[in-house]
């Protein structure tokens, strides 16, 4: 349920108030000023804290990939293997961590986006290269 935002020439509501249905401002306090929100959604009224959540991780990996594209030409290693390669190995990362960021209770910065982002796909390619290496001993 929305919460009452007063504006600043109204009277605070008590902690806690919410009110009756029906209810109106008292006359006497005058209108809210011009574009005044009297009505804020409290948090868990179907807000989402992180609703943009896949695009803004989106975006860190699509800077990984190139990155990691730019430094695989660079190298001389740069293939359409290798590119398959980078671009699965981007999309898993994405796709797990766009799920934890979406569905946490406070809203996450970039800092811990990009930090749990490159801790996953890190990981994942650490696992990957392992098992690649495996299949030759």
Avoid: K
Avoid at 49 to 76: E, H, K, Y
């Amino acid at each position: 349920m929305p919460r009452l935002n007063p504006p600043p020439h109204w009277p605070a509501p008590p902690a806690g108030w919410t009110p009756p249905p029906g209810w109106r401002p008292d006359p006497a306090w005058g209108p809210p000023p011009p574009g005044w929100q009297l009505w804020i959604p409290e948090p868990g009224d179907g807000e989402r804290a992180n609703r943009t959540a896949f695009l803004r991780v989106g975006v860190v990996a699509g800077a990984v990939l190139l990155a990691v594209t730019l430094a695989q030409v660079a190298l001389g290693v740069f293939s359409a293997y290798n590119l398959g390669h980078s671009l699965s190995s981007t999309i898993v990362p994405w796709v797990i961590v766009s799920c934890i960021v979406f569905f946490a209770r406070r809203r996450w910065g970039w800092w811990a986006i990009i930090g749990t982002y490159l801790g996953m796909w890190l990981l994942i390619s650490i696992m990957g290269a392992t098992g690649r290496i495996g299949a030759f001993l």
